[in-house]
Nanobody, 125 residues
Framework: QMHLAESGGGSVQAGGSRRLSCEHS????????MAWFRQSPGKGREFVAS????????YYGDRVKGRFIISQDSAENSLYLQMDRLKADDTAMYYC??????????????????WGQGTQVSVSS
């Protein structure tokens, strides 16, 4: 059973920064996709960023491109999301997700069977 646990959420002013962390179980699949999604009340789960798959590259949602950076530390079994120049509409619950055996890291949350419990980020303008 894959375990994921996010941390680092909180309140921040617009224009500020926040770093989210996700501690997870050791990755045992040959290819792994790790991703961040977010969800605001009344909205669907939105793709934020992913890393891994066959090429190990990072991909970003259009709304965060140029402001957020996803990274991972395999030795520490951790995934990170550095969020800079935060905006009010970045306010959401942020989730860490894992897709085992992901050749190409999907942006659709339905392909990720493993999820953390989420960490809330609130950005005030």
């Amino acid at each position: 059973q894959m375990h994921l646990a996010e941390s680092g959420g909180g309140s921040v002013q617009a224009g500020g920064s926040r770093r989210l962390s996700c501690e997870h179980s050791p990755l045992t699949a040959r290819l792994n996709c790790m991703a961040w999604f977010r969800q605001s009340p009344g909205k669907g789960r939105e793709f934020v960023a992913s890393i891994g798959g066959s090429g190990g590259r990072a991909y970003y949602g259009d709304r965060v491109k140029g402001r957020f950076i996803i990274s991972q530390d395999s030795a520490e079994n951790s995934l990170y999301l550095q969020m800079d120049r935060l905006k009010a509409d970045d306010t959401a619950m942020y989730y860490c997700a894992h897709e085992p055996n992901g050749w190409i890291c999907a942006e659709d949350p339905k392909y990720y069977p493993n999820w953390g419990q989420g960490t809330q980020v609130s950005v005030s303008s």
